[in-house]
Nanobody, 123 residues
Framework: QVQLVESGGALVQPGGSLRLSCAASGFILEYYSIGWFRQAPGKEREGFLCITSTDGNTYYADSVRGRFTISRNNAENTVYLQMNYLKPEDTAVYYC????????????????WGQGTQVTVSS
């Protein structure tokens, strides 16, 4: 069964850091492009970070550039999202997604999604 499972969401104070994990099962994550998306209450889902499988290029939305970093651990079949200098506007449910076709990921239409993990930034 192809599956992605996110973990690591929590309540954190503004300016704090958090690391989310996205563990894959049923497929080898190394051969897939990976994206992180988030959805805040009352807002549309936003794709903000992507790493491609073919060349390892990463794409960041302006809203997270310089604060968020994606990395892979192929041995653990897991992708991580390191989030620093968190802001209240980062509050959302965070999803990882995967697709062998990076174009589908960049269009927000990957085949495989995780269940989401809640990140709340508040004092």
């Amino acid at each position: 069964q192809v599956q992605l499972v996110e973990s690591g969401g929590a309540l954190v104070q503004p300016g704090g850091s958090l690391r989310l994990s996205c563990a894959a099962s049923g497929f080898i994550l190394e051969y897939y492009s990976i994206g992180w998306f988030r959805q805040a209450p009352g807002k549309e889902r936003e794709g903000f970070l992507c790493i491609t499988s073919t060349d390892g290029n990463t794409y960041y939305a302006d809203s997270v550039r310089g604060r968020f970093t994606i990395s892979r651990n192929n041995a653990e079949n897991t992708v991580y999202l390191q989030m620093n200098y968190l802001k209240p506007e980062d509050t959302a449910v965070y999803y990882c997604a995967a697709d062998p076709d990076s174009e589908k990921l960049l269009l927000g239409r990957p085949d495989t999604w995780g269940q989401g993990t809640q990140v709340t930034v508040s004092s």
